[in-house]
């Protein structure tokens, strides 16, 4: 839908899940800090989702360190305060200094019932609180089997675009992550990637408009690797990958990371 002359800035983001404890994290971050080089980090934008209570350790090596990687979260409550015991508000976040947040993870979709209302409702939050949500989207194997995709995406999409700002929409970030290929070592080709991708902009298109369109930066996630990185980010509608397992490597993550920083050359 895009040619590759107006390619939006890569975000490569590494999500934790619920590994690594505080200590385990600081080592991770400053592993990450000391190889992660001037070049790789200069065409591309980088953040890793460490668990909630790794966010303060984490922001500390960061900013300590002045190591050029944005934090993340992994989830945030609907609401920004009140009687809602044992969840974590935006606003919460952003005192953190947290820049993006996740949103609408399959996990969280099919492990927590969080269902499309939930979801729009997190957006808000996020954007509420002066974040960036990288809003996940993705189908299963089984609405793929019957050729589903394309409402799936569209309804995911348009329900989590219904409940923002539409001039909030170009800011936002948007992962393409088809359920059946996270955590699988199968990832999606970059053709289907490419297809997914320049669908959902597409419908961002119908939604908002061609400029946000235009700008909204969408990433693809789902066994993504250090081989398979590049190939995906020369896609016209790619825009970044949103990493699970192997964001738990340091040197596989920045490996993601160069590959994703030589593709925009
Ligand atoms: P994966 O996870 O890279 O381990 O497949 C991706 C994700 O859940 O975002």
Redesign the pocket.
Known sequence: MTDAGSKRRPLVSG?W?MNFDHLQAIHAARDLGLRVQPADAGPVDISVHPPFTDLRSVQSVIEGEGLPIALGAQNCAVEDSGAFTGEVSAAMLAKLHVEYVIVG???RRQLFGESDEVVAAKLKAVLRNGMTPIF?VGETVDEREVGLTRDRLASQVEHGLGAVPQGAVATMVI?Y?PVW????GQPATPEDAQEACSWIREVVARSVGADPAGQVRIQY????NADNTEPLLRCADVDGV??????LDAAAFVGIVRAAAIATR
């Open positions: 999500n899940k993870h399959s996990e996940c992962a992550e290929a996270i955590g699988t996630g789902g066994s993504v949103l990493v699970g397992g192997a964001s």
